[in-house]
């Protein structure tokens, strides 16, 4: 599932393009913008999940498919990690609602965080960079689908001002129950009647590169106020 709050561990990596240049001390709490290098760190977060309602997957992905996984993420769209002391914590990314190209506007967000993140402002945090970045890039509309009841999640939602599509009863069995879905959605960019084609994020940081460490910078200023 996605865009649940949600939490366990560790490593570290370079950034997308040349991006996020200037990166707080690694003693301290802090977002960065993860690569393939970050999957093995990002795996430990997510892997206590699987025994969970909360992402519908039945086992843990082996260490090479999870590296392939946040490899195909990071081709398209922004991954973001909370980092600290050399440790992952916490990350965040965008993926692809629906295959057709005709959704290519839309997108759908995972936020994941390990008990050591969580409490302290990461969640919020990586979810603005996150729905700036998306902006930056084209992107219209972005998504929630989180396994119900989830409270923290849903106050996540509702304090950035998504919209609760609907409910997907019995959306899917899994830890011996039938679980239902919640749909969030939120408008984060016009409209427009002729659209171009939302820019491939490594592309667009590597383009724009001041302006995507600018939106990492204030994810970090308000993750220290």
């Known amino acids: 599932m996605s865009s649940q709050l949600r939490a366990a561990r560790n490593a570290p990596?370079?950034?997308?393009?040349?991006?996020?240049?200037?990166?707080?001390?690694?003693?301290?709490?802090?977002?960065?913008?993860?690569?393939?290098?970050?999957?093995?760190?990002?795996?430990?977060v997510y892997a206590p999940f699987v025994s969970t309602p909360v992402t519908f997957e039945e086992e843990v992905p082996s260490c090479e498919a999870y590296r392939k996984r946040i490899e195909s993420i990071c081709e398209k769209y922004p991954c973001l990690?909370?980092?600290?002391?050399?440790?992952i914590v916490g990350f965040a990314y965008a993926h692809e609602l629906r295959e057709r190209i005709a959704f290519q506007w839309n997108a759908e967000l995972s936020v994941y965080l390990a008990p050591a993140a969580q409490g302290r402002g990461a969640g919020s945090c990586l979810h603005a960079a996150l729905l700036e970045l998306l902006s930056l890039t084209g992107i219209k509309a972005v998504y929630g689908v989180v396994t119900s009841p989830n409270p923290a999640s849903e106050r996540l939602h509702s304090a950035f001002g998504f919209a609760l599509m609907g409910v997907q009863p019995h959306a899917g069995f899994t830890c011996g129950a039938w679980h239902d879905v919640a749909w969030y959605v939120r408008e984060i960019a016009p409209f427009e009647d002729a659209p171009a084609p939302p820019a491939p994020f490594p592309a667009y940081a590597s383009a724009h590169p001041d302006q995507v460490n600018g939106v990492i910078a204030r994810a970090n200023e308000s993750l220290r106020l």
């Open 13 to 44: 990596a370079n950034s997308q393009a040349s991006a996020t240049n200037s990166t707080p001390a690694s003693s301290q709490l802090h977002i960065r913008l993860a690569s393939a290098d970050d999957a093995d760190g990002i795996r430990a």
């Open 81 to 87: 990690v909370a980092e600290e002391g050399g440790r």
